[in-house]
């Protein structure tokens, strides 16, 4: 049984920075692209960013292009989102994510290329 395990959100000012961890189970994790997508209130679960299983190359979403970085490190089953220069827009629930099937491209960007999910955790950008 394949589980994502979001941590590290919480309430920061703008201009500040967070990073998200993602701990995964279940699944040979370095066969598998793995990504970050987000949701605010009322709103479509958006592409954040997300990490290729091989080499790292990463694809990130335009509105967090330059700000976010994913990255991930094999050996722990981890994949990061770190956030810099947070604005009140970026609020939201941020979500791992990963394909049911391994070695596939990470420039998928729609929440239905993507099978197996976190149960999300959440970012405040507020002063």
């Known amino acids: 049984q394949v589980q994502l395990v979001e941590s590290g959100g919480g309430l920061v000012p703008p201009g500040g920075s967070l990073r998200l961890s993602c701990v995964a189970s279940?699944?040979?994790?370095?066969?598998?692209?793995m990504a970050w997508f987000r949701q605010a209130p009322g709103k479509e679960r958006d592409f954040v960013a997300a990490?290729?299983?091989?080499?790292?190359?990463?694809h990130y979403g335009d509105s967090v292009k330059g700000r976010f970085t994913i990255s991930r490190d094999d050996g722990k089953n981890t994949v990061y989102l770190q956030m810099n220069n947070l604005n009140p827009a970026d609020t939201a629930v941020y979500y791992c994510?990963?394909?049911?099937?391994?070695?596939?491209?990470?420039?998928?960007?729609?929440?239905?290329?993507?099978?197996?999910w976190g149960q999300g955790t959440q970012v405040t950008v507020s002063s």
């Open positions: 994510a990963s394909p049911q099937t391994a070695a596939t491209p990470w420039d998928r960007v729609s929440p239905d290329e993507y099978q197996y």
């Open positions: 279940g699944l040979t994790f370095n066969w598998y692209t």
């Open positions: 990490i290729s299983w091989n080499l790292g190359a990463t």
